[in-house]
């Protein structure tokens, strides 16, 4: 969902989102020199970080948190202007933010994610003994990570991504998102101040600028770096993992990048609630201008009764919607370009569009229709529009919206809209919507992402680069470690939490204990 | 570690490891439209798979081992001929490879493996109500499985992957290995009599014949296909691990391939017992002809006290060792070739060979040595030669044998030989050990991989494709599973293994309940 500002040689200056226009101080770009002496910077601090009592990385974690909190109004303002979101939602953002980094600050007190395994030595069994085995995780090593423009502040330089690498023991370097340089950069000294406060090694945190195909390609192939973390574009996410797959030493990229996250109006709850529906989903739909990786961007339903008050209803709403800044001019532009090629479509109609805004890069919101048909004919109808644009399809039975389910793509999110009366349906359709997405809701909207233990923000390719994890949530620290076993090692060489009478988690024998 | 007999076009020939002959009846090799019926097959069973409770498909697992059993010596009497290993070697391997299908009949039990979490809602909390947020692991999909020639029972039709894919709830597909169509066919159709035994879906089990470039490269380009597990040579392995890459959904693949297992003499250890640990090695050398994944290829040692006495004793039982059969007369060619490389490399020594056989196919075991300066300048002397050959490295202090363990490649093993006295050294080249490896030992030797909670059978890449994983033990069933979470599904929709009051263990706020 990402598009890059080209920066200006040697510099990259703030834009206002609502203008196009630069300003405040320019920041310097790094050069491939600056991402090697990142990464041996990183590379150096790794064994120092990762072996330090686990209370220590917690409360590194919480200081992060408090720093963020410390820079105050400033980071809101610059957030505003650079991203173009409202204050309140920016300031939800910063509270969401912090409360991750305390999330994972008490996953790592918690120790469950060692994921500790010890099956004890049985010296007498026939016809060999089994050896002493215990298991932790340990982590990757130096995470490169690149933010989201559309969450500026949890997707970014503090984001859920160097959260979860910090958590697992991973260093972190940074390549600073070109739409928010400013917020980036006070974010990174706020994390860098929390370094010296906790007596961290120097090289735990990283924040480069610059060109993605350069300061970013440098990164993800320099031989230092363990894995990658991404939310942004299709095109940026699978140019990373062609980087990574090209290397001598081949490393996970975990990225996030494009869902349409269908919608499902199972025939009762249209009948029940069709024009409440209408109201609802176009709320969940121009929510930030559109920009969330869960928007809404795919409704099917089923022709019956209640479709056309849910389209009445949406109408209306899509009439009160006002047009919001979006995050940067060619996000702004992208989104357009999007919205006509639906437009102009032979077998598209428009349904309602919402209100045209004043400002530069005000974006309109968009409700399109189209029939089953047409939708599996087309892959590009099922492309993402990043931005508050979404398309009906129009089923003529189950079996149509069956096969519509089967040739999408792979989803963050997948939600029915049902009532009592479509129960049978829905337990017919779930194992479609399960392997289909890494989240499926009833009677909400997917927009909203929970940070919690139960979360998966992720998804089959391509809404994701790997579905078998998520990036949000305490599960996202699994993605930076990998299990190492220690077979007969003297207490004096195991690992502090290995050792007997350690009082961390564990499976002993395959049983918890 | 394979190399594969090329067929006679459309059919495959079992050949006798020890003459390299043809013998028995021919098998008829599959075409691409034979893989696309196994693909349609397994992708229609999926479902049902996947759904049946969990106690029908443990039985399932269970009826796999009975089956094995069940077909008696005629299975061992192939597996001898086919790949040269003796009678007591495979009826052990035999008895591993049931093992393993009742362990992880005991793991679909368990439950453990569904990563269960439950984040109750919070309807009251401020300023947003939490929703009701519950998590299970489910399968990805159609597993294709290309096993290893050097375990024909338990990493080959009913090993290790296959049996952790099912236990995930994946429909599997064997391309069954050239060297062994007998033994492979045997157990395939074991594993058939149990489908049907325990009324499964016949597209649950598939077992194709043919040429990796076609039969093995259809399977892993093809759409249903989920997920690859693989055991054989590093070429192999990087070849499927591109196919797989360059699919337009990308999919995981799970290779095992090239290690060279370093083992650390220590100064201590060495002085008191270095003539012991010469003649141990040497029997962990040249068990099972060395053709062991887990072989020890590399012995690094700082000069000093004891090494002699280590050579002497190593040199005597290499003068004692018997030539063994190789699986396969390619295997036994490409042996000779490494051998001879490393015997005419100007800057290593031949320390001793073993016996010459009789045989056609005998492998003759080899040690030798180089300085570790030699070895940092020649990579090549750091690539596997599969078989009883090993390399010693002798560094002039620990600080060159840092050097040379951070330049190795990613290991499945590495292991310490030390006394109380190398504690401290031991200490400080465990990080170093732990980031390079899948499994650190002490005084032990890396050849028998025990199947248990606590193994890693994995390691950073070149020794498998995903060092985040094992092919052996019970962790291997997460390489086949990805998380999806249900967000407020009524009670009649959810899994019922995350309903109110299931029994399964699960995490609840994160906690163990």
Partial sequence: MATLTAPAAGELRSIDAATGEPFGEPFATNSADDVDAACAAAAAAFDDYRSRPLEERAAFLDRIADEIMGIGDPLIEAAMRESGLPRARLEGERGRTVGQLKLFAQVVRDGHFLGLRVDPALPERQPLPRPDLR?????????????????????????????????????????????????????????????????MPEGVFGHVLGSGNTVGGALVKDPRIAAVGFTGSRGGGTALMKLAQARPVPIPVYAEMSSINPVLLMPEALKARGAALGTAFVASLTMGAGQ?????????????????????????????????TMLTPGIHAAYNEGVEELAKHAKVETIARGQAGQGVTCGQAALFATTAEAFLADAALGHEVFGASSLLVRCRDEAELVRVLQEAEGQLTATIQMDAGDTAMAQRLLPELELKAGRVLANG????????????????????????????GTMAIDRYLRPVSYQNLPEELLPVELRDGAALPKLVDGKPA
Same sequence: chains 1, 2.
């Fill in 292 to 324: 969330f990786c869960t928007n809404p961007g795919l409704l099917l339903a089923v022709e019956g009764e209640g479709l056309d008050a849910f389209l009445d209803a949406a109408r209306a709403a899509m009439g009160d919607a006002p047009a919001s």
């Fill in 445 to 472: 909207w997917p927009t909203g992402v929970e940070v919690a233990h139960a979360m998966v923000h992720g998804g089959p390719f391509p809404s994701t680069s790997d579905g078998r994890t998520t990036s949000v």
């Fill in 135 to 199: 298991l932790r995780k340990v982590p990757l090593g130096p995470v490169a990570v690149f933010g989201a423009s559309n969450f500026p502040l949890a997707f970014s330089t503090a984001g859920g991504d160097t959260a979860s690498a910090l958590a697992a023991g991973c260093p972190v370097i940074v390549k600073g998102h070109g739409a928010h340089p400013k917020t980036g950069s006070l974010v990174a000294d706020a994390i860098k101040r929390a370094v010296t406060a906790c007596n």
